[in-house]
């Protein structure tokens, strides 16, 4: 099996849990690289339904190991609560199967204040509320607390009392209270107590790992448009989320797989050119039970968005897509989806993805109708099975965006897969 990063190619949510589950079965080690618990992915575990935000979606695969990377930021009551619901549901993951990195960043009670703080204002960018904007910003500024402090106590003690000394001046400014040291030390000591044995240089483990030849799969969050450098700032999240965030030289990485919907859905504020509003949006809302995994807030819906996707192609490097979904759009007559932008009259030309989020929200998508399918996908065990209306939409999305496809999802069910190994790496 190759080494291969699974990002997510559109707003998050494309479905990237089920695909990373799937390819899990066929690597080794998995590793998440960036984020916090604002990502989220349903599993059932002996028929309980877990929803999970920080251990990987493969963690039901035995004999696997999982790392949460470098890049991430871990709010570590969060984390001992998906293990504690894990265990509860029989399954015990144990230090041996989930290392944490030294260097993770934590999520600490005054991130979560100040996010819920800032959303409540004029200036709300649609955030979860977990604190990961926040973290990251104290990471940036060179005060943030990593996870590795939990094994020095007097070092965590020294940290977090300057760290809270600034938050507090931040919480002051908006005219909130300020919170205590000893309560959040006491937290910390007691969470550090049950996550010290997880605790790891997991730059090692990935390369002791290449060395014996084991394949990696890296986990990404969210998706490209939201990234911190390349979506649609500012309405981003704080963290790289295309491919680049995996940490390993790039030669060793065989295929980076970015996951598209066969249509768009974004949560939180921000530009959206494909969304459909009323009745439509509510439609494709319906049909795809789009709802958000962390908060439950709806989905904003819309068409497939092929200048979206070409560049997020380009960001991302991808080297194939995962297209999932696609049982959603069965039933439909005619299937719009944008090919290009037309803005102040002018088409704009191949490959121009709107920099500035103003003129993005002002672009009008210029749409293309295919041939709508009937409800018979799930007969189809190879793609090339599937019927003719169906391979002539996945026919041009390959075309349009210059890659290939090489996994289909039909279904939530994970039988409901059509891969083709020949195009992940
Ligand atoms: P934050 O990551 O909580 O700071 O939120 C910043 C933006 O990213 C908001 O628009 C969120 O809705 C969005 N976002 C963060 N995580 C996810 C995710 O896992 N799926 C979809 N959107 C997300």
């Known amino acids: 099996m190759p080494n291969l990063v699974v990002v997510g190619a559109q707003w998050g949510d494309e479905g990237k849990g089920k695909v990373v589950d799937l390819l899990t079965e066929r690597s080794d080690l998995v590793v998440r690289f960036a984020g916090g618990n604002n990502a989220g992915h349903t599993l059932e575990v002996e028929g309980r339904r877990l929803v999970l935000h920080l251990v990987p979606s493969g963690v039901l695969h035995p004999g696997k190991q999982f790392l949460l990377g470098d890049g991430m930021v871990i709010d570590p009551g969060a984390l001992l609560e998906e293990l504690d619901a894990l265990a509860g549901a029989g399954l015990e993951v144990g230090p041996a199967v989930l290392r944490v990195s030294v260097r993770a960043h934590l999520v600490l009670p005054y991130h979560r204040a100040l996010d819920e703080l800032r959303e409540g204002g004029a200036s709300a960018l649609g955030t979860t509320r977990r604190g990961i904007g926040p973290a990251y910003e104290d990471k940036a500024a060179r005060r943030g607390i990593r996870a ?20 507090n001046l931040r919480l002051a400014a908006r005219g909130s ?29 990935i390369s002791r790992a290449l ?22 700032y500012p309405f981003v999240t704080s963290s790289t989320t295309v491919g680049s965030g995996a940490p390993l030289a790039t030669r060793r990485v065989d295929g980076i797989i970015g996951v598209s919907k066969a249509y768009t859905t974004r949560v939180g504020e921000g530009p959206f050119p494909t969304e459909l509003v009323g009745a439509a949006g509510e439609e494709l809302r319906r049909r795809g039970r789009e709802y958000g995994a962390t908060t439950g807030r709806p989905r904003r819906c819309g068409w497939l968005d092929l200048p979206a996707l070409r ?6 490097g991808l080297t194939a ?33 709107p920099a500035d989020g103003e003129d993005l929200a002002r ?6 109708e295919l041939r709508g399918f009937d409800g018979s996908l799930a007969g189809a065990r190879r793609i090339e099975e599937l019927p003719g209306a169906v391979r002539d939409y996945l026919a041009m999305i390959e075309r349009e965006v210059g890659l290939p496809i090489a996994l289909v999802s039909t279904g ?9 190994p020949e195009h992940l790496s």
């Open 363 to 368: 672009v009008r998508p210029l749409y293309r």
């Open 321 to 353: 897509l995962a297209l999932t979904k696609l049982d959603i759009l069965a039933g439909l007559e005619r299937i719009p989806v944008c090919e290009a932008y037309e803005l102040d009259g002018a088409r704009l030309p191949d490959g121009a993805f």
């Open 412 to 420: 939530a069910e994970r039988q409901q897969t059509l891969i083709r």
């Open 148 to 167: 590795g402090d939990l094994l020095h106590p007097e070092r965590l003690e020294r940290r977090v009392a300057a760290a809270l000394e600034e938050a």
């Open 311 to 316: 560049y997020a192609a380009r960001v991302s």
């Open 211 to 232: 060395a014996a030849g084991r394949s990696l799969l890296f986990e990404g969050a969210q998706g490209a448009l939201l990234d911190l450098d390349h979506g649609t």
């Open 177 to 205: 209270r300020a919170l205590e040291l000893e309560p959040i030390l006491a937290g910390l000591r007691a969470q550090g107590a049950r996550l010290a044995p997880h605790l790891d240089e997991t730059s090692l483990a």
